[in-house]
Structures are given as C-alpha cells and as structure tokens.
C-alpha cells in the first residue's frame, strides 16, 4: 500500500535538484556575459580560453539543467551524472580556491577575496549534493523505488524542447567563435596610438606573428623630420620579439634590425619618455635566456655574446652545485 509518506519526495531530492538548477543558470549567465565582453567588450581570449568559455561554462549550464530535472524525476542516469559533475566541481573549485588563496598574488584583495568566497560557497554545495546523492539512505531509496512517488516516467515536450534550445545555443555559440578574430576590435579603435597597443597585446596573448605587421615599422622610418632621435608609436619591434620569447624560437628574430632604436615621445603619446625597440641580437639573446641554448649565444655579436656565455656558465654551474 503506497503511504502519504511514501509519495512525497526526500527532502534531499530537492535540495540536489534546485543547486544543480541555480549551478545551471548562473554558468550560462556566465557564459553569456563573457560572450557579450568578448565582442563587444575588453576580453581578448585565446583559443583554448573561447572553447572553455563554450563547453566549460555553456556546456556545463546545459547540462546542470538536465540533471536537476532528471534528479527532480529520480531517474538513475541523472543521479550518477549529478554526481560526476559534483565531483568534477569539487575538484575544480577547490584548485581555483587554492590558486587564489596561496599561489596568486593580486593588489586587487577584493576580487581574490571574491574569488575564493564563490568557490568556497561552490565546493559547500558540491558536498552537500555529494552527500545527499551518495551517503544519505532515504534519497538512495528513492532512486532504486521511483515508482512509489509521483514522477515523469518520460521527457516532457516543453522539456525536449529546452534541451533543444540549449544544444542549439551551444552550437550557434560554437559557430561565433570560429568567426571571432581578436584583432578586428582593434580595428574600431579610431586613435592611432591605442589602436597599436590593442594589437600588441592581441598578438602577445595569441602568438600570432601576423598581427605584428599590422604595427608601424620602428626602424624604417624612426626619425622624423626637425626632431632630434624622435618616433612615432611604434611597436612592431617590441611584438616580434614578445613572440620570439613566447614560442621560445630564435629565427622569428631575423625579422628586426641589426641595430637597436632608441627615441623619445612626446606628451601625446600613450608612452611618455623615452622608449628602447630591441634589435636582432637582443632579441636572440632574450630567447637564449630562457631557452638555456648556448649555442644561441653564439649567433650574437659584440658584448652581448659574452654576457650571454657568462649567464649561461653561472647556471651551469648553479645547477652542478645544487647536484
């Protein structure tokens, strides 16, 4: 005989299905808004970063709402899924946790102090979810006995429906970043000197040499008539070199001068001072460094050659002491 008791759903039930519902919209509210700043905005993502902000954050949401609903419902596939994801959570903001507690270090307290109160709140839930969904006794029941309480035995219409929607707006997610192009942004910015910048930094984040070229050439034309060692903005020499040292490949430095550019610029500029635009060698000798290839060293002339020998002798010998 089936019991008023027996009807009503654990309390458990509940609590589960409503945190994977609230996890759900917030990771799409998430995704939508990193979208809106992605094209509209200040975000320059790299590719890996776009393809997090789809399937990580769009794609999770999606699929939170599904668990909650099939939780709701006591279907067994939505328990063993909530709890993967509760899993997969837990480890996740427990590592963002622990980055913003003890390994980054910010002068913006109050976003790190954000951050690590949202995935302390995060990993709370995650526990309360794995225990309900895992340890507790009745909801465990009410999973292997749906047949006693007042669920849908299939998908709704309006629920086919909202899984449709949500996997169509992955896919149209999906297909604008692989229209995105970071330095077409840089391209509405009508002031010259931020316009460089933005390429700049567009092509330092994305290692894209090409975007370089879009950057005024230092060298070729660094001295301007009825001024003395004076430049415009230029940062081509400055971005092949931030390449060279990211891909941590010495023949990108082929492209600069022999000689290094040295200029001053004016209170109009973005840059104020003086400003130093390194030439081939220094460009060798930064990659060199970091790639620990003397053989580097000796592709480069003059005094730089022997100060980049004489580092590479006092980590080697760095190195053997500590051995």
């Known amino acids: 005989m089936v019991t008023e008791e027996m009807i009503k759903k654990p309390i458990g039930v509940t609590i589960c299905s409503v945190l994977f519902a609230i996890g759900g919209v917030l990771s799409t509210i998430v995704a939508l808004i990193s979208l809106y700043r992605l094209f509209y905005g200040d975000l320059f993502p790299t590719t ?26 006591l279907m067994k596939v939505a328990r063993w899924g909530g709890v993967a994801l509760a899993m997969v959570g837990l480890i996740l903001w427990t590592l963002v946790g622990s980055y913003y507690a003890f390994v980054v270090y910010s002068e913006d307290l109050t ?9 302390v709140l995060l990993i709370c839930a995650y526990i309360i979810v794995l225990y309900f ?13 749906r047949d006693k309480y007042d669920v849908k035995t299939k998908i709704s219409g309006k629920m086919k ?12 997610t999906h297909s604008a970043v692989m229209m995105y192009d970071p330095a077409s942004k840089c391209e509405t910015e009508s002031d010259d000197s931020k316009r460089y ?45 931030r390449i060279a040292f990211n891909r941590e490949d010495a023949s990108i430095c082929d492209e600069l001068p022999s000689t ?5 610029f004016g209170s109009g500029y973005i840059f104020g001072g003086s400003m ?48």
């Open 48 to 73: 890996l970063e776009l393809y997090l902000i789809v399937f990580f954050f769009m794609g999770g949401g999606m699929l939170m709402l599904i668990v909650a609903w099939g939780i709701r419902n």
């Open 111 to 119: 976003a790190d102090t954000l951050a690590i109160i949202i995935s």
């Open 133 to 145: 969904l895992v340890i507790n006794k009745r909801v465990k029941e009410s999973f292997a006995h």
């Open 161 to 172: 429906i909202i899984m449709l929607g949500g996997l169509f707006l992955v896919i149209v």
């Open 197 to 241: 910048v933005c390429y700049f930094y567009v092509a330092g984040k994305s290692n894209d040499l090409t975007i370089c070229d879009k950057l005024p050439e230092c060298h070729a034309k660094a001295l301007e008539p009825g001024f003395d060692n004076r430049c415009s903005i230029c940062l081509k020499d400055m971005c092949i070199t």
């Open 260 to 264: 290094p550019v040295d200029c001053t």
């Open 276 to 323: 130093h635009y390194p030439s081939r060698d220094e460009c060798i000798y930064v990659v060199a460094n970091k790639t620990q290839d003397t053989s580097l060293c000796h592709r480069i002339s003059g005094q730089l050659k022997d100060e980049c020998l004489n580092i590479h002798e006092i980590n080697t010998l760095l190195v053997n002491r500590k051995v």
